[in-house]
């Protein structure tokens, strides 16, 4: 079974500080990674996606890909309490989520 | 105004019935998918579509049923041999169910099951 791990939450950070989220796939044939934030009660939002390795920049979020050790990463800048959600790593091509990890943010 | 609409927003349901949830979008994907989200918990994938006419089990797709007969509708079927269906469903389409790798997946804003 195809795997997509995220690791365990609930995450507490300050307002201000940077937030960490990882996730780990199994499928080695995996292209693309996504990343969505899910406020309570709603659906997922798209924050962004990647594909190659490194780092990918959009404004405060940061995601990284290190396809030889199967991670994906997104890292929130100068978090905010309006980024205080449940963020969501999904694989494709299956298109698989993983458990999520939910974000507190503290003023 | 393009999207993905689900219908109801909230549904309930007796022990035994079956029910039908709606998933319409007007974005010409190709692809659309089910998933059904527990409290507290993430994403599981129930069914999903590639293409009209044909569509494969996700990891949960036991006690659920759905069609594709047109490009832009999916229904989901939640039958009475479902035994615990009470869960938030959600719908989503990509423009592409292969490897178009930068493919966006859209969401609709779900469906709430309740089991009385």
């Known amino acids: 079974q195809k795997e997509v791990e995220q690791n365990s939450g609930p995450l507490s950070v300050p307002e201000g500080a940077i937030a960490s989220l990882n996730c780990t796939y199994s499928?080695?044939?995996?292209?693309?990674f996504f990343w969505y934030r899910q406020y309570s009660g709603k659906s997922p939002e798209l924050i962004m996606f990647i594909y190659s390795n490194g780092d990918k920049e959009d404004g405060r979020f940061t995601a990284q890909l290190n396809k030889a050790s199967q991670y994906v990463s997104l890292l929130i800048r100068d978090s905010q309490p309006s980024d205080s959600a449940t963020y969501l790593c999904a694989v494709i091509p299956d298109m698989r989520f993983g458990a999520g990890t939910r974000l507190t943010v503290k003023p | 105004d393009g999207g993905i609409t689900q219908s109801p927003k909230y549904l309930f349901r007796k022990e035994g019935q079956n029910v039908t949830l709606s998933c319409e979008q007007n974005?010409?994907?190709?692809?659309m998918y089910w998933y059904r989200q527990d409290p507290g918990q993430g994403l599981r994938l129930i069914y999903y579509?590639?293409?009209?006419?044909?569509?494969q089990k996700g990891d949960i797709a036991e006690g659920y049923s759905v069609s594709r007969e047109k490009k832009e509708s999916f229904p989901l079927t939640v039958t009475s041999a479902q035994k615990n269906p009470t869960a938030f469903y959600l719908c989503?389409?990509?423009?592409?169910?292969?490897?178009?790798?930068?493919?966006?997946?859209?969401f609709g804003p779900g469906t709430r099951l309740t089991v009385l």
């Open positions: 579509s590639q293409i009209v006419n044909d569509f």
């Open positions: 989503a389409s990509r423009r592409s169910g292969g490897l178009g790798y930068t493919d966006t997946q859209y």
């Open positions: 499928d080695r044939g995996s292209q693309s």
């Open positions: 974005l010409n994907h190709d692809a």
